[in-house]
């Protein structure tokens, strides 16, 4: 999806939305969650009750329908921003609710509180008609679910500092003025935020032609079998993260006995959860895709609640009639075990949140995108408020019957525990949307090297500069990471030289490319020489890319050399015997050195005994560059399987080219040596006159160019393995304009004494 914005307007945009998402942040910390759950307690507030002023954080979605209404005569951010407004302003009866207390009217207090809660989020429901609008628009871009996941998780940093700064201001049991102030704070910085959603750019509307009515659109959509799945699971999950997350405040108060500020500290280490699983995501959603993130984000879930199932210390607190424990549980144990409940639960449904919308996002047209996202919120809104409701109802039941609260909650956990078991079979059968399969995903998530290289990959986004983009380039080639290929492919089109050489080595240095990186390749070879065409070249050689053989062998006719030289060695790599013959027929007429050089090096990796006698003819041409002659040696050396005996030698001989014959002696004296030893732990052997006889001969090679013995001992004593090889240096070292060469001396001397092994 493209944005109706420009990139200024939309990078203006999201920064007013991330303001505005961050004072709303910190009032609805304030406003909401465990904070009003405290002091509904306070006042003496029932499990009932408390169930139903959570129920009422879900009727603000029945109200989105209204929304709908109002946004067919007004712009819908300006419906957006007011509804955000009044919702605040509503809140005032909570600020007067504490003085009915001293005067023993907290019934009193308790309605005005109910009444303050309801209308919050009754004016909730109406503006969020607005919200997926809005958000679908900031989001638009390659960039949508981390932009998604970002909102979330300046939601979660703000609300985590908050929790710690009410932690600190309720203390145990703080006087019910404090929460009037508490109440005052939230209702102004609301109100500052509210003001920012006026200055938003209104998203395109729909043409009015093209307006469905709301049932048309959701009877087609709950047509459709992937999207009724997802709607099943999310109205399930939604169920259970309402009761896990609105109750573990009254499982550390009711259970454990836990006071309101530390309450409200634990809420702390949950905003932690959510902030650690927003910045998890943030850097997963849009490489490993939103269904493998659910279903392990649901299981985190079925993790989170085994504590609570377990209450393990809860005989500490003379509740659960573990006396023995009492004694012997450290105190710090219980606010330990509880922060680490609260992190949990809240990470792994804050995730499961995070990725249903970006799922739903995906999964729906853009068109439908109002209509369905009221549905959204309306199923979001049933499940919260039932569960909500109906857990309070049965933990009331259930401590009513006698049992004692630990009984009740764990029999709640267990049972919402169950439901995530069945969740995670149903998510296995949601529609991938482009995601990686869920095995894939699990690679990601639980690999250091490839969450290294998505870090680099966000510096690399937002990186402005070309020292920058290098930089970063250059680290992801030390962290090669197949989650990166798409970032480097894009990297390719960068206007910057030294960018693209940068990207293609760590597309290099990745272990597989996929079938987009193999077209971005062969295209690069095609359009880029003299530029990266050669790297590009080198890459599908060493990769293993067989379709673009045929490509390849056209580039024998290319006029950058460098691309030349690659493609043959390419075509070598990929085991293109056919071409072969064209390969030497090409070094043999090219003058270039860098070209003949490279086509010896791809003539030994096809490893062919008869491309020998082609690298022969460039020994015997006049004059060969020394560096040449150094790489025809080796290669011959590499295709007769002696190079890591041979290369060793010839570098004591670049270093002191006096020490020739004496490097080519004791080659075969060290080899002959060898050849005694055996001779005596594998019995009698006729060797001793064969060593002599290549000892002479070689001396006579070394010292006089006189290869004639050495010759005869090739044809006789290794004729019989009638391998061509035998026959092409026998008669080499005949031919004065090869012998001439110390580093062909050597080279002979070295094949026959490892020869010599073979035969014996």
């Keep these: 999806m493209t944005s109706q914005l420009t990139p200024y307007q939309l990078k203006k945009s999201r920064k007013l939305y991330n303001v505005f998402n961050g004072f709303n942040s910190f009032s609805f910390t304030i406003l909401s969650g465990s ?14 009750v408390i169930g139903t002023l959570n129920a009422f954080v879900f009727t603000a979605f029945f109200f989105m329908p209204m929304g709908k209404i109002l946004v067919r005569r007004f712009p819908i951010v300006q419906v957006f921003a007011t509804a955000w407004l009044i919702r605040y302003l509503v809140m005032i009866p909570l600020v007067v609710a504490p003085f009915f207390d001293p005067i023993g009217r907290t019934d009193i207090a308790l309605a005005l509180m109910m009444v303050g809660v309801f209308a919050f989020h009754a004016s909730r429901g109406v503006g969020m008609i ?56 939230g209702i102004i910085s609301g109100v500052i935020g509210s003001l920012m959603l006026y200055r938003i750019p209104e998203p395109p509307a729909e043409e009015e032609g ?34 896990s997350r609105a109750f573990i405040v009254v499982y550390s108060r009711n259970v454990y006995q836990q006071g309101d500020g530390m309450v409200s500290l634990y809420s702390v280490f949950g905003s932690l959860g959510a902030l650690a699983i927003g910045l998890l995501t943030r850097l997963l959603v849009d490489r490993v895709g939103a269904k493998p993130l659910y279903i ?105 019957a006698g049992l004692l609260p630990v009984v009740a909650f764990r029999i709640l956990f267990a049972s919402l525990s169950f439901l995530l078991i069945v969740v995670l079979f149903w998510q296995r059968k949601l529609i991938r949307l482009g995601a990686l399969p869920l095995r894939g995903a699990l690679g990601v998530i639980f690999s250091f090297r490839d969450l290294r290289a998505l870090t680099l990959l966000e510096r690399l986004e937002k990186s402005r500069s070309v020292q920058e983009e290098r930089e970063v380039l250059e680290a992801l080639h030390d962290t090669p990471s197949a989650v990166a290929l798409t970032e ?20 290099e240095a990745l272990e597989t490319l996929n079938t987009e990186a193999e077209d971005a390749l062969m295209e690069d070879v095609q359009n880029n020489p003299f530029t990266t065409a050669y790297i590009s070249c080198r890459i599908l050689g060493n990769h293993g890319i067989r379709k673009a053989i045929p490509l390849l062998r056209t580039l024998l006719r290319a006029e950058d050399y460098m691309l030349v030289g690659e493609a043959m060695l ?63 040696v080796l290669s011959i050396a590499g295709i007769v399987g002696i190079l890591e005996r041979y290369y060793p030698l010839l570098v004591q001989y670049r270093e002191d080219p006096a020490l020739v014959n004496a490097l080519a002696l004791d080659e075969i004296e060290e080899i002959t ?28 090679l070394v010292n006089s160019h006189d290869g004639q013995q050495l010759s005869r ?28 060469h110390d580093r062909f001396r050597l080279l002979v001397c070295t094949w026959a004494a490892n020869r010599l092994l073979l035969y014996v």
């Design 296 to 400: 392990t984000y649901t299981f985190a879930a079925v993790i989170g609640l085994l504590p609570a199932i377990l209450s393990p210390f809860a005989g500490s607190t003379g509740i659960d009639g573990f006396a023995s424990s009492a004694g012997s549980a450290p105190l710090w144990i219980v606010p330990v075990f509880l922060a680490l409940l609260f992190f949990m639960v809240n990470f792994a449904f804050a995730g499961t949140e995070g990725v249903a919308q970006t799922y739903f996002f995906g999964l729906i047209r853009p068109t439908d995108m109002l209509d369905l996202g009221i549905l959204y919120y309306i199923v979001y809104g049933i499940a919260g408020a039932a569960g909500s409701f109906v857990a309070g109802l049965f933990l009331d039941s259930m401590t009513s």
């Design 210 to 243: 093209k307006r469905e009515e709301f049932f048309t659109v959701v009877r087609r959509a709950l047509g459709r079998a992937p999207f009724r799945r997802f709607i099943i699971i999310f109205l399930t999950l939604s169920l259970i993260s309402s009761v």
């Design 673 to 700: 040596e060898q050849v005694v030893s055996r001779r005596r732990t594998k019995g009698s052997l006729k060797s001793r006159p064969v060593i002599r006889e290549l000892k002479e001969g070689a001396a006579r």
């Design 570 to 632: 390419a075509l070598a790599r990929l085991g293109d015997q056919e071409f072969r013959p064209q390969i030497e027929d090409y070094i043999k007429a090219t003058r270039n050195p860098r070209i003949r050089i490279m086509g010896a090096s791809a003539l030994e990796t096809l490893g062919s005994y008869e491309s020998i006698q082609v690298l022969l003819d460039l020994l015997r041409e006049e004059n060969p560059p020394p560096y040449l002659r150094d790489e025809v």
């Design 713 to 740: 001992w090739i044809l006789t004593h290794l004729g019989e393995t009638k391998s061509v090889d035998v026959y092409l240096f026998a008669q080499a070292i005949l031919e004065d304009d090869l012998v001439a």
């Design 488 to 507: 480097l492919l894009d990297r390719l089109r960068s206007p910057r030289l030294s960018v693209r050489i940068e990207a293609l080595r760590a597309i």
């Design 130 to 185: 607005g919200n997926n609008p809005v958000l679908n628009e900031m989001a638009a871009g390659p960039d949508r679910g981390a932009y998604m996941t970002h909102i979330q998780v300046i939601a979660s940093e703000v609300s985590m500092f908050t929790s710690l700064g009410v932690a600190l201001l309720l203390g145990r049991k703080p006087p019910l003025l404090i929460y009037a102030l508490l109440m005052s704070i």
């Design 35 to 48: 904070v009003i759950t405290l002091y509904a307690l306070r006042l003496g507030a029932t499990s009932t």
